[in-house]
């Protein structure tokens, strides 16, 4: 026997009785099954402070270059996805690994895209990007660690053709007055030319060639500077080139040794 009967009461007693229980479980099933924020809603109503854009990514974005900040990678200071050509030229690897390198190096090749351009190239074929290992024969990090060298290979252009580092950079040319020399055959013209001139643009803190040990006899190591030391981010643009390599004898370019005192071994 319920309670409502055993206090026996009136009938419109107890229909208001009933009436109120109702209103009230109602009410809790609305409170229960109400929809609840979003995540979008509540980032409309949450004040986040804006996080500031680094100086690297703001130029990347000046330079309209393709690309989105990639996930943390152990030793990369600003970790960047290339998602698009940098500066004209088409970066290519075997197989289908992404490319990820540091924002400063990513930034180096898009400005120096005007002279890949220049020489006719529009792919370039790269093998190690990010890669956590040592400078061969040392137990000091290579600069692969830190997303900041990538090795290229070879070079490709409607009018060029292909052009691979083993086959047609021609070593032994140059000096500290004159970095072009003069190559014998047009392939070896188009990547000494290619290799002073990124030299000159101070764009990369070094780029190790054939020239420089047997380790390098297929590739050019492209090294980049972490962003903040970088000192030539005050001088761009780069100044306009004085011959294009297609127009008779090459500009004269200083020297082309690689600076910092680099160690042997493949990096
Ligand atoms: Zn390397």
Redesign the pocket.
């Known amino acids: 026997m319920s309670r409502l009967a055993r206090r026996k009461l009136r009938p419109g007693k107890l229909a208001d009785v009933v009436v109120r229980r109702l209103a009230w479980f109602l009410l809790g099933l609305a409170v229960v099954f109400a929809p609840r924020p979003t995540e979008a809603g509540k980032a409309r109503t949450k004040k986040t402070p804006a996080k500031s854009r680094h100086a690297c990514l703001t130029r990347l974005d000046s330079l309209r270059v393709s690309f989105r900040p990639a996930a943390p990678r152990k030793g990369i200071q600003v970790p960047v996805e290339v998602t698009g050509p940098l500066g004209g030229v088409t970066y290519r690897t075997w197989g289908r690994r992404a490319l990820v390198l540091d924002c400063s190096l990513v930034y180096s090749l898009a400005m120096a895209g005007r002279y890949l351009g220049e020489a006719g190239i529009t792919e370039a074929f790269f093998s190690?990007s990010y890669q956590r290992r040592n400078v061969r024969g040392t137990d000091r990090p290579?600069?692969?660690s830190y997303g900041l060298?990538?090795?290229i290979h070879e070079f490709k252009g409607k009018n060029i053709g292909r052009l691979t580092i083993q086959d047609d950079y021609e070593q032994g040319l140059g000096d500290d007055v004159d970095c072009i020399g003069e190559p014998l055959s047009r392939g070896g013209a188009i990547l000494r030319i290619l290799y002073c001139r990124m030299i000159r643009s101070k764009l990369f803190r070094f780029i190790?060639s054939p020239d420089y040990d047997e380790d390098?006899y297929n590739?050019f190591?492209?090294?980049a500077l972490p962003w903040n030391e970088r000192p030539d981010l005050s001088i761009r643009p780069p100044p306009a080139p004085e011959v294009a390599p297609s127009q008779g004898s090459p500009p004269a370019v200083g020297s082309a040794s690689p600076s910092g005192g680099e160690e042997s071994g493949?990096?």
Do not use: F, K, M, N
């Open positions: 190690s290579s600069r692969h060298a990538l090795d190790l390098h590739h190591h492209v090294e493949a990096r």
